[in-house]
């Protein structure tokens, strides 16, 4: 279910089913007591549709106890060659072939495109160019990306970028009195794994 495309009542329904912890079967008319745990998972903004009233206020504070944000494929560029290389092994090994290597300037491509289908539209790409591999070495056609690569920054833009990435950084490092993990850590503070930012922290001298 989009939680925020819901009708007001699923979402009085669930509030209830959290806040009491029970329920009533269709046709029934006794509540039924209930224990369960609830995962939910969005890439919407819910923050964003509190504050345009499409969502709940309580059901969004009943359903955000202990938030965990996932970066998306765009944040982990480093992570790319590895998740490529992992797919590629993969789907060829369930099409019979072997893959030895990935072209350069694939890996390239990859690294600069934006992934607005984050790591599904990933794996299309990679399983497309592994069923059209003749070789040992993957290669995609920059074609197959929605919209084609965009262009890099320029060399400005860039130094500004990492001025600002180093600033929040050093900002949030200082609140935290130099604590990187744990629910008071500078990376819980900037809504980042441990490792991600530890990993930038080292980029970023």
Avoid at 39 to 50: E, F, G, M, P, Y
Wanted: net charge positive.
């Amino acid at each position: 279910m989009k939680w925020v495309t819901s009708p007001a009542e699923t979402q009085i329904a669930l509030l209830r089913v959290l806040q009491e912890r029970e329920l009533e079967r269709v046709g029934g008319t006794q509540p039924v007591a209930i224990d369960v745990r609830v995962i939910a998972a969005t890439n919407d903004d819910l923050q964003a549709s509190v504050e345009a009233g499409s969502f709940r206020r309580d059901l969004f504070y009943r359903l955000n106890v202990f938030p965990i944000r996932m970066p998306s494929l765009r944040e982990r560029v480093e992570d790319i060659p590895l998740l490529v290389a992992y797919l590629a092994q993969r789907y060829a090994g369930k099409m019979g072939k072997k893959i030895n290597g990935i072209d350069k300037r694939t890996l390239e491509l990859f690294q600069t495109y934006h992934w607005p289908g984050n790591v599904r539209e990933l794996q299309n790409v990679v399983e497309r160019a592994v069923i059209l591999c003749e070789g040992a070495t993957l290669a995609v056609d920059e074609n197959w990306l929605l919209g084609a690569p965009r262009p890099a920054p320029s060399g400005i833009a860039l130094a500004s970028l990492a001025d600002r990435e180093k600033e929040m950084i050093e900002n949030a490092l200082t609140q935290s009195r130099g604590r990187v993990s744990g629910p008071l850590g500078a990376a819980a503070r900037l809504g980042i794994p441990r490792s991600t930012l530890e990993s930038r922290i080292k980029s970023l001298n």
